[in-house]
């Protein structure tokens, strides 16, 4: 059997001004299946710019058995749609399409999915998908149903049988991988001329995991949720040798660690280090992590730079020491910004982030994140508006001030909420006005800096921003831009 696993076309203006880079998921569930004794396609429909016409015209030129795709909560009715176009070109095909959804959305909103989409949403998946797809697709061959087969959801149809009523079913959640020096990826499966950063022209980009979890709590957070507050490191020997083999198999220069805690095992952390830079490894790293990792690893921010590690993003998310409790980001102020700090004397890029919308939020207090974003002085920063996922810690206490379930919109960039004194426009105009004020005081410094890589890498980002990004598609009207940004938007 032919298993079609295409990503979602979702586009929001933020993450793809930066650049392409592979489905991770698809890559190690296409390689579970293809060991299980499938034939998995991967088809990155979002990377290449194709619609849903694309999309159904691919599906019928493959005439796959099974159509799957993921997706995170602003993606899934993309997704939905992909699926829907998997539906209408069996029935063009005459054949029969399984169809199937991973993901955050899927693990926790199954019962929503199969409710409005049992047309075209055959399984969901929950948690850890490789073995989940490999086992219901050997079930479907060998056994013609998908048996017991651990972490699914799905609609049973009506047989007339009382021991198997129709309905809703929902398999035990499967037990996450202990080891993740086991998975399969399927590098070979990936089209690499899709996925480059665009910070550097020409690059070619991957993105790894050398680790899976986190162990906080933050409320807002749908990872600690889909990963019940575990986390599991791979081997540091297996991260370095798949970053060097990638490098030098298919000429990746610059890797996206996708975890979110990959420095939460200090001794393991080091020990990769060590590796990549006993190998002279010549992969940039772009990676995130928790501040307080970053004010602990003080003593190795300088092998961190040697390694490869040129950006990270650390989750500030708040300028008050209330907020920030609020969230439960079990951190402070003065960490945050000890940690940006410890990153410029290391000659690493810092970026985070700063959440707005709160239902307590107003001008004034939009005016006092702007400033201390200033404080903390990251060289990149962005102004997220809280979406509260439906399955979140937080969602009891926000849905009074939520204003569409239009979950496109729930990509922290578009306003779902109003908070008590300001609307959803004034809230996204208040966004744009920080980014703009924020970049507005650092592009003429970034065109002056005394660093080379910093100050190329920064006036590229610069570029990128201003030509790729949702901000400048909402820039004020009456808003100056200084000449240095003017010429950051003139260039390519």
Known sequence: MKILLI?????????????????????????????????????DAMSAGHDLADIKARILAE??????????????????????????????LGREIVTGIGGVHATFMYEEILTDHADVVDYCFRGEGELTVADLFTALRDWGAPASVPGLAYIRPPTGDDDHPDGLVVTPARDFIPDLDT????????????????????????????????????????????WQRTWRGRSAEAVAAEILYLNETYGIDVCLISDELPTYDRDRWERLLDLLIAAGSPVYLLMETRVDDIVRDADLLPK???????????????????????????????????????????????ETSFVLGVPEETPETVARTLEMAKFYDPDMAHFLLLAPWPYADMWPELEPYVETRDYALYNLVEPVMRSVEMSRPELFDAVIRSYMDFYMSR??????????????????????????????????????????????????
């Open 7 to 43: 990503t979602p076309p979702y586009h929001c203006g933020v993450l793809e001004s930066a650049g392409r880079w592979p489905n991770l998921a698809f890559v190690y569930v296409a390689g579970h299946l293809r060991a299980a004794g499938f034939k998995p396609v991967i088809y």
């Open 63 to 92: 005439e796959p058995g099974a159509v799957l795709t993921t997706s995170f909560t602003a993606s899934y009715p993309a997704a939905v749609e992909v699926l829907a176009a998997a539906k209408q070109a069996a029935s063009e």
């Open 183 to 226: 998975l399969i990826p399927a590098w070979d499966l990936v089209d690499w001329d899709l996925y480059t950063f665009f910070v550097f022209p020409g690059s070619r980009m991957a993105t790894i995991n050398t680790s899976r979890g986190c162990s906080q709590a933050c409320s807002f957070c749908s990872q600690q949720k889909f």
């Open 304 to 350: 961190y730079r040697q390694a490869g590690v040129i950006h990270v993003y650390v989750g500030v998310e708040a300028t008050s020491q209330e907020t920030l409790d609020r969230f439960q980001k079990n951190a402070d102020v003065q960490t945050g910004k000890r940690a940006i700090e410890l990153l410029a004397e290391n000659g690493i890029l810092s």
């Open 443 to 492: 592009i003429s410094r970034w065109a002056e800096d005394p660093d080379p890589f910093k100050r190329d890498y920064l006036m590229r980002s610069a570029r990128l921003i201003m030509r790729n990004s949702f901000i400048t598609e909402h820039l004020p009207a009456d808003l100056e831009l200084p000449a240095a940004m003017r010429e950051a938007m003139r260039e390519g």
